[in-house]
T-cell receptor, first 111, second 109 residues
Framework: DVKVTQSSRYLVKRTGEKVFLECVQD?????MFWYRQDPGLGLRLIYF???????EKGDIPEGYSVSREKKERFSLILESASTNQTSMYLC??????????FGNGTRLTVT | DAKTTQPNSMESNEEEPVHLPCNHS???????IHWYRQLPSQGPEYVIH???SNVNNRMASLAIAEDRKSSTLILHRATLRDAAVYYC??????????FGTGTRLQVFP
């Protein structure tokens, strides 16, 4: 089974801190995605990557950046965390148009 | 791009069938219809997908209208573990998948 692992289940950070959310997949998937999920808004795509060192903006990239130095790892970076970035963050991966495989999420609280 | 419409919530009793509807009136001819579900405290997981004809797998069945403007996810016997948010997704041949807010299914013992 494909496993997508997010490094932290819960994270509490202060406003202005630089925050790294890590995601690792073990199935050699080319495509990786970062979503955030907020009540009433569903899942919204932040960034995605279809290859090492490649990245594309999703629907809400402002305030975020990403890094993909190795195929299995996709990092989401909050350069200067703000309270409106308090959310559930979900990482996913897939190959081609096959089903997405999600991690269990990181609940980030910015105080 | 196609857009989907789902009820915000539905309820069922355990061991009863559940029919979760999805409207997608602007679907294009090559769009597959995908369904995912999200159990509490987990990321979404794939359930089923189809193009034109009805599909079955171990988790659910997918009934697709003849004009393809709507589809129904069928859970034949709901269990408490089926309580989740169910997402109908299309278009799928894109990296910018739109999950929307889905249908929250409550299952009562």
């Amino acid at each position: 089974d494909v496993k997508v692992t997010q490094s932290s289940r819960y994270l509490v950070k202060r406003t202005g801190e630089k925050v790294f959310l890590e995601c690792v997949q073990d199935m050699d998937h080319e495509n990786m995605f970062w979503y955030r999920q907020d009540p009433g808004l569903g899942l919204r795509l932040i960034y995605f990557s279809y290859d090492v060192k490649m990245k594309e903006k999703g629907d809400i990239p402002e305030g975020y950046s990403v890094s993909r130095e190795k195929k299995e790892r996709f990092s989401l970076i909050l350069e200067s965390a703000s309270t409106n970035q308090t959310s559930m963050y979900l990482c996913a991966s897939r190959i081609g148009l096959s089903p997405l495989h999600f991690g269990n999420g990181t609940r980030l609280t910015v105080t | 791009d196609a857009k989907t419409t789902q009820p915000n919530s539905m309820e069922s009793n355990e061991e009863e069938p559940v029919h979760l509807p999805c409207n997608h009136s602007t679907i294009s001819g090559t769009d597959y219809i995908h369904w995912y579900r999200q159990l509490p405290s987990q990321g979404p997981e794939y359930v089923i997908h189809g193009l034109t004809s009805n599909v079955n797998n171990r988790m659910a069945s997918l009934a697709i209208a003849e004009d393809r403007k709507s589809s129904t996810l069928i859970l034949h016997r709901a269990t408490l573990r089926d309580a989740a948010v169910y997402y109908c997704i299309l278009p799928y041949n894109t990296d910018k998948l739109i999950f929307g807010t889905g249908t929250r299914l409550q299952v009562f013992p």
